[in-house]
């Protein structure tokens, strides 16, 4: 099975092009896999062109795509929503049956009675819009304040940025050290890769904070990030 999250990946952003979404589901094709297409963020895009999901290109019932209501209607919200080819349907319902019997029947009424009365695509516009306003205020935040030997990236949606810092600086002991003490968190690489091999990056996130917040929060990060690279710079 290959699981992906083409639309503003979790931890760093990026978006799967166009031409990569077909390749894969060439190569799932050719070594008979299913392919898992996890798009809980796909809705939450501020500019740029929306591309088809890697669903559409599937040519012989193998791609699964997953949607959750929690990024786009609610963060609680344990709901979510998949698109599969009868037969692997099937064996899917089989599964979630044995596993917890069944989803909460109360919260898919809730939502369905919301869904029914509610304008959706408005509530998403100004989600998109409140989300967009959050990543512009973090970015501009770090462009003034980060310090010069660490990167951020621009994502076009979704909920993530990723922080990039020198070779050698293990961002999971900076987290522990310098972050916390300065009541600052991010989730470090380390923790976001198979290998553990993304030692000097950490995943931001914009979502949670209140915009009041942000400015505080990144002046506090880029002090400690400083304080981490003039340690990197002594050894």
Not at 101 to 130: M, N
Not at 192 to 200: G, K, Q
Not at 201 to 230: K, N
């Amino acid at each position: 099975m290959i699981y992906t999250v083409p639309d503003f990946q979790n931890p760093t952003g990026a978006v799967m092009s166009l031409e990569k979404r077909r390749a894969l589901v060439r190569l799932a094709n050719q070594f008979d896999v299913l392919i898992l297409e996890d798009g809980p963020y796909r809705f939450l895009r501020y500019e740029g062109t929306t591309l088809p999901p890697v669903k559409v290109f599937d040519t012989e019932g193998r791609v699964v795509f997953l949607g959750s209501m929690s990024k786009i209607l609610s963060p609680s919200l344990r709901l979510g929503w998949l698109i599969a080819d009868p037969e692997i349907m099937a064996g899917i319902e089989a599964l979630k049956g044995a596993a917890d019997v069944e989803s909460s029947a109360l919260i898919q009424r809730a939502v369905s009675q919301y869904l029914s009365r509610v304008d959706f695509p408005a509530h998403l516009a100004q989600l998109r819009k409140t989300y967009r306003q959050k990543r512009d205020v973090m970015l501009d935040a770090l462009h003034c304040h980060l310090p010069a030997d660490f990167t951020i990236t621009d994502p076009q949606g979704g909920f993530f940025l990723w922080l990039q810092g020198p070779k050698g600086l293990d961002m999971t002991a900076l987290q522990r050290e310098v972050l916390l003490p300065a009541h600052v968190s991010v989730v470090a690489g380390r923790n976001l890769s198979p290998a553990h091999s993304m030692v000097s990056g950490a995943r931001l996130t914009f979502a949670a904070p209140a915009i009041g917040d942000i400015e505080p929060g990144v002046q506090r990060l880029a002090a400690a990030l400083s304080q981490g690279a003039r340690q990197v710079q002594a050894r």
